[in-house]
């Protein structure tokens, strides 16, 4: 069954940076689209950016100037790079297709920005 795994995060200081990674157990480019989601406390599962296998990236507004993109097909990994993070960044990351698949949710990676 194909996965998607999710690591990278953690404890950063507002205006730090980090990069989440999400590898796949298969080759990524057989995902048409694949997409970076978060979900913060009491709040909804929201899209954060995506990656289309032609190449065509976007970012949400609230991320854009700050977050990135990219993938890499010798590891089968997609990567957000993230810079000058704020308090509202905090929040579990997921990657999935976009739309996305029920079975591919995992468990996500915490992403906490505080000083």
């Known amino acids: 069954q194909v996965r998607l795994v999710e690591s990278g995060g953690g404890l950063v200081q507002p205006g730090g940076s980090l990069t989440l990674s999400c590898v796949a157990s298969t080759n990524i480019r057989s995902f048409g689209a694949l997409a970076w989601y978060r979900q913060a406390p009491g709040k909804e599962r929201e899209l954060v950016a995506y990656?289309?296998?032609?190449?065509?990236?976007n970012v949400a507004d609230s991320v854009k100037g700050r977050f990135s993109i990219s993938r890499d097909g010798a590891k089968n990994t997609m990567n957000l790079q993230m810079s000058n993070l704020e308090p509202a960044d905090t929040a579990v990351y997921y990657c999935n297709t976009r739309p996305p698949v029920r079975h591919l949710w995992g468990q996500g990676t915490q992403v906490t920005v505080s000083s």
């Open positions: 990656s289309i296998s032609t190449g065509q990236t």
